[in-house]
């Protein structure tokens, strides 16, 4: 496989080495479900089969405590009257979030009967973990009746906005908005809306500072309406509505009346003006910007191709986001009629946006309600930035699932760092270089981290806000796992070593390979993410070329006509080993006409037998 390397961190050398800490329940199996990292109270909280946890981030024991909540009684019979595995019937955690200062709202799917409760957690200082039994009552519209169907939830001021599947049978799908002081809402019924979708994640997006303005944006894939396939082709989308929206008066009565959806592309251009498309959404991550602003949302997408497996990313700016859904609309005549974008009168006001001069969507003009509910999606599709991937795999034996992206201040300017979750336990660590405008991106794996010894069908997860205390945390269906997100000490004492390695958290500081300190000494600091070049950094007043060559050196002796395994392992991925044949002068002129069968694979000294 191309991404993993020779120099994989096994899940047992991870422990060894203190950079992972396992967490694997009370109970067995945890069968982790949903994860909140709360850094106000420095605590984990955690979602499984049956049961929730809570940790404290500031022992290195991660003291856990565990509420054991099962279906209600009578429920789980009921699944399995109804034909359900006995797998299926349980309750499995998939929402959590914080309520109020003291209370997590939490929500299981109840053995395909959803429920929901109060958790009490306590003030910042304490660790008390209790569940509020007055506090249960349903949870349909809040939280999937499947353990493992895919669904997106954001919980903003009070509200819960939700897209799933909000029946037994798995039909009904929809965008809710429940809980909270505003109105409670749906999508309709309609193919136009959502078809089939398949919802990965949803985030609050600010458009300015104006928070009337405020929307909530759902990442989704779906069957698309306006493809010409007889089988439907699967589109990504990228689907928004504003949170004051109330619905209508007399049209959308109880539903979303600013409900709008674009398509995101992302594709490689091949040739005779061919791309290559990466339709499947498999996560979305949100990279916010310090002020807040114009965040950049990295996609991680699959092909649903049945020639190749395939894997990208892309990277989107909300400025053309933006610009899509300011754009036409999609419009089709008739059955006969091709889609096209609408060239008629737009109501006002704009559908989809909010609007000053009405007090409510309650007051929008009948017409306006209309032209919403039968254009939907945007005309014009969503392009990531220089309209192509920065990072893209094929033909694997593993999927790619989930991903996280750090922004790392590096000595020679940012560096996003992507972390990418595979089925097979393990997780990427990648940063991709970008080199012009149109040229393809250059893809740098700095390290395969094997979190966990084992495969997975369905997705886990990677959670990691606490990028300011540098920790990754990872949840599987074994377990939940925290990470550090470096070793620098692993890429050795040489500082050609460590600047090989290209990783932008590290840097020789004079003496070893340590964790990179903007504010750091800048006399001994070497660090060279874009090149990889240690003749450049490394040669200075400190080293010489001497120094240099004799870095690594190794002897090897062999037997003549037999064989020899050369082992070298470089402490740095990106480093490459070299094997040089050292004769003596005469028997080198008589070697030389077939020094081809010698390989040149450097660093070590072969002598001559």
């Not at 003291?102 to 306590?122: K, R, S």
């Not at 080293?543 to 003549?560: I, M, Q, R």
Request: neutral net charge; hydrophobic residues 35%.
């Amino acid at each position: 496989l191309d991404f993993l390397l020779p120099f994989d961190s096994s899940h047992l050398d991870l422990l060894a080495t203190n950079r992972s800490i396992l967490f694997l329940g009370h109970r067995g199996i945890l069968d982790f479900r949903s994860l909140y990292l709360d850094e106000y109270r420095d605590r984990l909280f955690i979602g499984g089969k049956d049961t929730l946890y809570s940790l404290r981030l500031d022992q290195t024991n991660m003291d856990a405590k565990e509420i054991y909540w099962p279906p209600l009684p009578g429920q789980k019979e009921e699944c399995f009257r109804k034909g359900k595995d006995s797998t299926e019937c349980a309750n499995y955690i998939r929402v959590l979030y914080p309520l109020n200062r003291t209370h997590l709202l939490a929500c299981g799917t109840g053995a395909f009967h959803p429920i929901c409760a109060l958790v009490y957690v306590g003030h910042r200082g304490e660790h008390v973990f209790n569940l509020d039994p007055t506090s249960v009552e349903s949870g349909r519209g809040r939280c999937p009746h499947e353990p493992n169907r895919g669904f997106a939830s954001a919980f903003i001021g009070g509200d819960l906005y939700t897209g799933l599947t909000a029946d037994f049978l798995g039909r009904d799908s929809v965008i809710f908005r429940t809980m909270g002081h505003r109105s409670s809402l749906r999508t309709e019924m309609d193919q136009r809306l959502l078809n089939a979708p398949k919802f990965v994640s949803a985030y609050l997006i600010p458009d300015n500072d104006d928070r009337d303005n405020d929307k909530v944006y759902f990442f989704f894939t779906e069957k698309a309406v306006e493809s010409d396939s007889k089988g439907r082709a699967i589109f990504s989308r990228v689907g928004r509505i504003c949170v004051n929206d109330a619905g209508g008066q007399r049209v959308l009565v109880n539903k979303w009346s600013t409900f709008n959806k674009a398509r995101l592309v992302c594709s490689v251009p091949g040739p005779d003006g061919i791309d290559t498309y990466f339709d499947e959404l498999e996560d979305v991550f949100l990279l916010r910007t310090k002020d807040g602003k114009s965040p950049e949302i990295y996609a991680l997408f699959s092909t649903i191709s049945n020639v190749f497996q395939g894997f990208a990313v892309c990277v989107y700016r909300m400025a053309d986001i933006w610009e899509v859904f300011n754009g036409p609309y999609a419009h089709k005549d008739g059955p006969d009629h091709q889609w096209a974008a609408y060239e008629g009168k737009v109501p006002y006001p704009r559908p989809g946006v909010p609007s000053r001069q009405y007090s409510s969507t309650k007051d929008y003009p009948d017409e306006v309600l209309h032209f919403a509910r039968a254009h939907p999606l945007m005309s014009k599709a969503v392009h990531p930035v220089h309209r192509r991937p920065v990072l893209v795999k094929t033909n694997l034996q593993h999927r790619l699932r989930q991903i996280v992206v750090d922004r790392v201040e590096a000595e020679d300017g940012q560096y996003d760092v992507m972390f990418i979750g595979t089925d097979a336990g393990s997780i990427l660590k990648v940063i991709a270089l970008q080199r012009g405008n149109s040229a393809a991106a250059e893809e740098v794996i700095l390290e395969e981290l094997q979190v966990f010894k084992v495969n997975f069908k369905r997705k886990s997860a990677l959670c990691s806000p606490l990028f300011g205390q540098q920790m990754l945390y990872v949840g599987s269906r074994v377990g939940v796992a925290q990470v550090k997100l470096h070793q620098c000490e692993t890429y050795g004492t040489a500082c050609a070593e460590c600047c090989l390695a290209r990783d932008p958290y590290c840097a020789w500081d004079g003496h070893t390979c340590t964790r990179y300190q903007a504010s750091g000494k800048r006399r001994f600091r070497r660090q060279d993410i874009r090149n990889g070049n240690p003749m450049h950094h490394c040669l200075d007043q400190n080293l010489t070329v001497d120094d240099f060559d004799s870095t690594e050196e190794k002897v090897v002796y062999g037997t003549e006509h037999n064989s020899t395994f050369l082992e070298c392992i470089p402490k740095s991925p990106q480093a490459t080993v070299q094997w040089f044949v050292h004769r003596s002068p005469e028997e080198f002129f008589k070697a030389s006409s077939c020094t081809s069968l010698w390989p040149l694979l450097t660093h070590m000294v072969l002598p001559d037998p």
